[in-house]
């Protein structure tokens, strides 16, 4: 099976609302791991990263939690703006070439 | 000056046919890869190429096949096109993973078998 996964398929958030997508992965092993977020007919665009030697790592208006007791990673996403609206990955690695991605939620932002 | 370039964006062909899909990066970096996303937006990775030496073969048939002529560039051929292999292909690069800011990604082939 693959080796993370994401809790939900599907999120709608109210604008100005604060989003948490969350991600659940299977390989102790995995020491780095990736947000992405895929508008429509694009490709996955890098987010925020975090390393398995962190909990927490904040960028602007996102931030990515790590809990490796449960292997569980989490993005929250602050004042969520219909410009959020995407389909968001996590990834994750324990090698330098292979990234593993989970199969997506699609956030959508009410007005 | 776009980073990931792939062509062409939409491809409809027949089954049976050959087909190809070219990829550039204007990066410097040193690994690319194919990823292939399906209907449910699940994305697989099916090669990686790190200087132009293939890395990563995750059991893809034998009909496709990655030519890397230089670490700039990756293209994937198709043989024989099956219905099975519509979906879209995405072309990334990174200068190794574990150096952090994963991978950039081109915007994508559509490719639909009929």
């Known amino acids: 099976g693959e080796s993370v996964g994401l809790h939900l398929p599907t999120l709608s958030v109210q604008e100005g609302d604060n989003s948490i997508i969350n991600c659940a992965y299977s390989n102790s092993a995995s020491d780095y791991f990736i947000w992405y977020k895929q508008e429509s007919g694009k490709g996955p665009q890098f987010i925020i990263d975090?390393?398995?030697?962190?909990d927490k790592r904040q960028g602007q208006r996102v931030t990515v939690l790590l809990n490796k007791t449960v292997k569980h990673l989490s993005l929250q996403i602050a004042a969520t703006q219909p410009g959020d609206s995407a389909v968001y990955f996590c990834?994750?690695?324990?090698?330098?070439?292979?990234?593993?991605f989970g199969a997506g939620t699609t956030v959508t932002v009410r007005a | 000056d776009t980073a990931v370039s792939q062509t062409p964006k939409y491809l409809v062909t027949q089954m049976g046919n050959d087909k190809s899909i070219k990829c550039e990066q204007n990066l410097g970096h040193d690994t690319m890869y194919w990823y292939k996303q399906d209907s449910k937006k699940f994305l697989k990775i099916m090669f990686s190429y790190n200087n132009k030496e293939l890395i990563i073969n995750e059991t893809v048939p034998n009909r496709f096949s990655p030519k890397s002529p230089d670490k700039a560039h990756l293209n994937l051929h198709i043989n024989s096109l099956e219905l099975g292999d519509s979906a879209v292909y995405f072309c990334?690069?990174?200068?190794?993973?574990?150096?952090?800011?994963?991978?950039?990604f081109g915007s994508g082939t559509r490719l639909t078998v009929v």
């Open positions: 975090i390393r398995s030697n962190m």
């Open positions: 990834a994750e690695t324990s090698n330098d070439y292979k990234l593993s």
């Open positions: 990334a690069s990174s200068q190794g993973l574990q150096g952090g800011g994963g991978y950039t």
